[in-house]
């Protein structure tokens, strides 16, 4: 596909921007009808995939509001997943077996994919991520019989309550999502930071996401991390608390990934820009404060959370009532889905989490990260779309630079090795 034909021309686009000030559409952001037939999508339709999160509501949104239909693709499908493991099986057969073309996904899910870690019998299936969806905004909760603890960032005193736990011949259990997703990531990084072994000290468990808060109520785990609305239904059913926001861990992390299988995307580039600008002005709509009501309601649906309203503003709009009767306001961990280039997918990032998936068994170490990553972070096409749509603010660099954690741990992306080596608490590095 040449250059002339991928991009809108200049005329295109003053025209788009006119128009869309007129109609009062966010700047940037281009109408539908101005699409030239040379750059119509080549499909009108993508089955994209999603679990019963907040996060994932670009997506909702784009397919309520009609976003996606606006670019070109009226046909596309946003389906309910009922787990991690049910969205890597349905990428693997793609649509043209059934499944799905791409998803609302655990950002490290498509390399552990592209990888054949997590396949049936280790083949693999070339993934892409074509943006992130959102900074921050999942949590880590306990049980309510360590109410009496309030436990927070520090797990410390977490670790003398679950040694009495196993010392009476009691099983003690920390949930999360997937083997090797953010969620997983999560909480080994707040155990081990906390001098508890994620392996050895506490079994670690794997429970989908709209699971969590039965399971905990019949006791199956003392903790487990997820994003919401989980959390604060916990909460809210007095099961358990929430110790502490993931954004409390490492502040602006990355989360959920907008991923499609490679193959869909290298034949179909133009419905790719098409998607990807759909999802781009869903996360923009997203990200302002006096549309936080009305992204919950919407969510709150049934074909797409199925969970009560209540248990999903708040913490939307930035109240954070953690259960301990500490509550913030106006919460600086609020999910972010534009704001802080919240949509960019930085290969830094990326990077980072490969890295925990080496300290943790997943990855050997020996593997070329900097060419994998070349291969499945299309950030390039990001950049395209973003162009496209009129953003100004664009990331200046793949990586973001060093970050820092909350326990005073740097991850330096020039020098993961280091990082590496600062941990205690590891299987490898």
Known sequence: MSD????????????????????????????????????????????????????????????????????????????????????????????????????HILT??????????????????????????????????????????????????????????????????????????????????????????????????VVPPPQMVANMKVGTMDCFCVCEPWNEQLKNQKIGYTALTTGELWNGHPEKAFAMRADWVDKNPKATQALLLAVMEAQQWCDKPENREEMAKIVSKRQWINAPFEDIVARMKGTFDYGTGKVVENSPFIMKYWADHASYPYQSHDLWFLTENVRWGKFDGSEDFKALIAKVNREDLWRQAATTAGVTSLPASPSRGPEKFFDGKVFDPANPAAYLASLDIKRKG
């Open 4 to 103: 002339q034909n991928s991009k809108f021309s200049r005329r295109q686009f003053l025209k788009a921007a006119a128009v869309s000030a007129a109609a009062g559409l966010m700047p940037g952001l281009l109408p539908r009808p101005l699409y030239a037939a040379a750059d119509a999508p080549e499909t009108t339709k993508a089955i994209l995939g999603f679990i019963a999160l907040t996060d994932a509501a670009p997506l909702i949104v784009a397919k309520e509001k009609g976003m996606f239909a606006k670019y070109g693709m009226p046909d596309v499908e946003v389906v309910k997943q009922a787990s991690w493991g049910t969205t890597r099986d349905n990428l693997v057969l793609g649509s043209q077996g059934n499944g799905i073309d791409g998803a």
């Open 108 to 205: 490290p899910m498509p390399y552990l994919i592209s990888t054949g870690k997590v396949t049936q019998n280790n083949v693999p299936t070339p993934m892409y991520i074509l943006a992130r969806l959102n900074l921050a905004g999942q949590c880590i909760s306990v049980g309510a019989e360590y109410l009496d603890l309030k436990i927070g960032l520090d797990a410390k005193p977490f670790k003398t309550a679950l040694e009495a736990k196993k010392a009476s011949g009691k099983a003690v259990k920390a949930a999360m999502t997937f083997p090797g997703g953010t969620h997983d990531l999560w909480i080994r990084y707040w155990l081990a930071a906390g001098g508890i072994d994620p392996d050895k000290d506490i079994e670690t468990i």
